[in-house]
Each structure stands twice: as structure tokens, then as C-alpha cells.
């Protein structure tokens, strides 16, 4: 059982190094080309991103959307990317702690909702993904990013907070369509070289899943 505090304190511990990291950099950046590719984007969205962690999707795509609520759990996090808009004069990010595992969803709705490499650290993922396209306006997009199913070499044995060892992409879309969502399509969108916990050198997928609230 996975509870929210084992991943608030390893990633509040992680925030002031998160952007350091290539890799992290390298699927945010993999992550945000998929979602221009495969979404319509535009410059009147207001957007959520869940589990935004520093906001490296939220800033890649801040530019082409009118308002962005980066939430997260980890104040840390919200705090690094609060300084980077400061620094960046992205005054439409907006941050918000949220845990829709125990908080009640936020009243406004959103034209695109998107999450990048959160879903895995969340137990119950059918619940979120409901809370989520409930957060949807009709016509609104939904896209999640995060592993392909993996042995569990991605993370290893020993981190706390890993609730999921990637996904099948046929169950969650299995879950947006019974969630009513529409247009429910999925691509790769970036493949990772890692070497696992355990020194061997593996590929990992990630996927984008798209969906669409019904207009
Ligand atoms: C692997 S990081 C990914 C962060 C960011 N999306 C990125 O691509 O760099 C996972 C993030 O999910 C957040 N998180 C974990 N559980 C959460 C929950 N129940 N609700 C919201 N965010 C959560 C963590 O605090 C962390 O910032």
C-alpha cells in the first residue's frame, strides 16, 4: 500500500536537484513534443498539469496555452518551479498543491488536463483518472505520459513510492473509454536507456495516451 507521505518526503528531498538530471529533462522534453504532435493544442487553453513536480511539461508548454494550475504534492517542487517563473516571467503558471487521492477535485475545468511520470507513484489510478476527466470542459483533452509496463529494474528495489511498474496501455485506455472518454489513441513517445539497480543497461518505453471528453 502506497501512501501519499512515502512520496512527498523522497520528492520534497528531491526538488532542489530534480532539473539536474538529463534524463528527467530528456522525457520531459520527448513528453511535450508528443502532446504538440498529437494534440491541438492552442493558445486559449487553460491547462492542469497533475504531479508537475518542478514543471518541466508545464514550462516546455507554457507558451502555447493561455493558463497552466502545475499541482503537486510536494511543496518543494511547486517551490522550484514557483522560481523559475519568477525568473522566466511565466507569470501563467500557476502552482497548486493537490492530492486528489485525499483532497476534493478543484471547482474550475480545464481544456487540456496532462500528467507526465506521476501515475506510477498513485495506487489507485482508476480513481484519479475519474477524478481528472471530471475535470475535463466538453471537448477537453486528456494526456498521460508515463512507463510502458517494466520488470521493476526502472526505479529498483529500494525507492519508496512506486506503486505501479508502468502500465498497460490497453487497461488504461480500457479505463478512459469506460470513463466515457472519446477519441482514445496512444504513441510512444520517447524510448529511455537506463541502467537499472541492478547494472544491466535496459530500454524503456513511455507512452503518450490521449483522450477526449465528449463536446
Ligand atoms: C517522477 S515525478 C515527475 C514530475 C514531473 N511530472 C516531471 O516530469 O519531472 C512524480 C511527481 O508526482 C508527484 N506526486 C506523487 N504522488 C502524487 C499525488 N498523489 N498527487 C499529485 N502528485 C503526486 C510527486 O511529488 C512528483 O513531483
Known amino acids: 500500500m502506497i501512501d501519499t507521505s512515502a512520496n512527498l518526503e523522497r ?10 538530471n538529463p534524463r528527467r529533462a530528456g522525457i520531459a522534453r520527448a513528453v511535450a513534443a508528443a502532446m504538440v504532435t498529437a494534440l491541438p493544442l492552442a493558445s ?11 514543471g518541466l511539461v508545464s514550462v516546455l508548454l507554457a507558451d502555447r496555452l ?21 525568473r522566466s516571467g511565466l507569470a501563467h503558471i500557476e502552482t497548486r498543491r493537490l492530492d486528489l487521492t485525499t ?7 480545464f481544456d487540456l488536463i496532462f500528467t507526465s511520470m506521476t501515475l506510477h507513484h498513485i495506487e489507485n489510478v482508476a480513481a484519479v483518472l475519474e477524478a481528472l476527466a471530471g475535470l475535463l470542459k466538453p471537448g477537453g483533452w486528456l494526456a498521460l505520459a ?14 519508496p513510492g512506486v506503486a505501479h511498474h508502468g502500465f498497460e496501455r ?14 482514445v489513441d496512444a504513441l510512444t513517445a ?8 541492478d547494472g544491466t543497461a535496459r530500454d524503456y518505453t513511455i ?7 465528449a463536446v
Open 11 to 20: 520528492f520534497n528531498s528531491l526538488a532542489a536537484d530534480w532539473d539536474d
Open 44 to 54: 486559449g487553453m487553460r491547462a492542469l498539469e497533475y504531479g508537475c513536480g518542478t
Open 66 to 86: 493561455a493558463h497552466v494550475v502545475a499541482a503537486d504534492i510536494a511543496p518543494n517542487m511547486l517551490r522550484v518551479l514557483e522560481d523559475k517563473c519568477r
Open 103 to 109: 483532497d476534493p477535485p478543484p471547482a474550475e475545468r
Open 146 to 159: 508515463d512507463l510502458d509496463s517494466e520488470d521493476g529494474s526502472f526505479h529498483g528495489p529500494n525507492i
Open 170 to 183: 490497453p487497461w488504461l485506455m480500457d479505463v478512459l473509454r469506460k470513463l466515457g472518454l472519446a477519441n
Open 190 to 197: 520517447d524510448t529511455v536507456h537506463k541502467v537499472g539497480a
Open 207 to 213: 507512452f503518450l495516451i490521449t483522450a477526449q471528453r
